[in-house]
C-alpha cells in the first residue's frame, strides 16, 4: 500500500491517469475523496509547494558552509 501525506491546510490537484479529468480540493476534501475513490486512478499534486521544497537539503548546507567559510576567509585578510 502506498503512503500519502496529506498536509492540513494545503491545496491539492488531483488527476484521473486515464480520463485527465482535474479535480481541486482542500486536505479534508482529499481525505475524503481517497476513502471514497481510492488513490491507484489518480495522481495527486500538493500545490502549495514553494522553491524552497524543490532544493535539496544538501545543497543548501553546502552553500551555507561555503559562504560562512569564504566571510572568515575575507575577514582573516581584510583585517590582518
Known sequence: MKE???I?????KVTHKKT??????TAQELANFL????YKNY????LNKKLIDFIPLWLIVTVMVLTYTLSI????????
Open 4 to 6: 500519502i501525506n496529506i
Open 8 to 12: 492540513t491546510g494545503e491545496d491539492y
Open 20 to 25: 485527465k479529468k482535474v479535480y481541486f480540493m
Open 35 to 38: 476513502f471514497k475513490y481510492g
Open 43 to 46: 495522481k495527486i499534486n500538493n
Open 73 to 80: 576567509i575575507s575577514y582573516i585578510n581584510i583585517n590582518y
